[in-house]
């Protein structure tokens, strides 16, 4: 028996008694956008999976190809009617047994979905504001460059950027650079330079981030630049923007006192949107 919300109950009638995700966040998760019933960059979210996987020691089934995981996202996708546009997340923990060690090493998953309003990336026009958060810091670390679902930090900056009015918080390391946003990673323009961090600063090693990598790489006279970002540059930019699968680019209009342009945040956006017409 257990006792949940003060109610003494069977302990079967409560699935997360022994869930290792819920009890231990020993779960990786990768969330995907799925356009007109294709998974966008599946390669890239479906090996980045795997490598999280392999980095907490899961053992990752015989049959989890990369079409196996094609077919179970797109499949709840396609019995909520999402097809058109819709954000899935998949989650895979590690199966119960055991306290910090685990007792197996074996994994099961778990998929739902979201409908989407839009069947492209769209330019958000309004204005967006973001401070620092720096009630905690991520360490650099290869962890911290993977979806695992220890997001506390990611969760306690959510709710102070609310209690501040912002739109986002931008996330430091223990070296107190900036790493990345809440949910996604960060770019700086400076002049004709191009910047975001490092992976090795401790930042998600982003889908979407390696596709703006790409696209901004093809842009005449635009110099792009893996490089350490300190709060004190973040004064001196032109722009700033931050990226996710779901949203695409979301420019930041105000940092501090400061305003920033947005030709470059929409430029990268409508590359991003003629990339994704020409794989349809």
Request: proline share 2%; charged share 20%; with cysteine.
């Amino acid at each position: 028996m257990i006792n949940f919300n003060g109610t003494i109950v069977s302990e079967d009638a409560n699935i997360l008694t022994q869930n290792r995700a819920f009890l231990y966040g020993d779960a990786v998760f990768e969330t995907v956008k799925v356009l007109r019933g294709t998974i966008l960059f599946l390669e890239d979210h479906y090996f980045r999976l795997m490598a999280s996987m392999r980095v907490v020691r899961m053992e990752i089934p015989m049959n989890f190809t990369m079409e196996y995981f094609e077919e179970q996202l797109l499949s709840v996708v396609t019995s909520n009617g999402f097809l058109a546009s819709a954000r899935v997340r998949i989650t895979v923990f590690r199966n119960d047994g055991g306290y910090y060690l685990p007792k197996y090493n074996t994994v099961s998953f778990l998929v739902h979905a979201t409908k989407l309003p839009d069947t492209q990336y769209a330019f958000e026009t309004k204005g967006y504001e973001v401070d620092l958060f720096k009630d905690f810091y991520i360490t650099k670390q290869l962890l911290s460059s993977i979806k695992s679902t220890n997001r506390l930090l990611n969760t306690t900056a959510s709710i102070f950027a609310y209690e501040n009015g912002l739109d986002n918080c931008l996330l430091l390391n223990d070296s107190k650079n900036v790493v990345e946003a809440i949910q996604g990673n960060i770019f700086m323009l400076l002049g004709n330079k191009l910047i975001t961090p490092p992976v090795s600063e401790g930042c998600l090693n982003g889908v979407m981030r390696k596709q703006i990598l790409a696209l901004a790489s093809k842009i005449e006279k635009l110099e792009v630049i893996e490089q350490i970002i300190s709060p004190f540059d973040l004064q001196k930019a032109d722009e700033l923007f931050i990226t996710n699968v779901i949203k695409g680019i979301q420019p930041i209009t105000k940092y501090k006192k400061k305003n920033f342009e947005t030709q470059t945040a929409q430029l990268l956006l409508g590359k991003l949107n003629e990339l994704l017409l020409v794989k349809k």
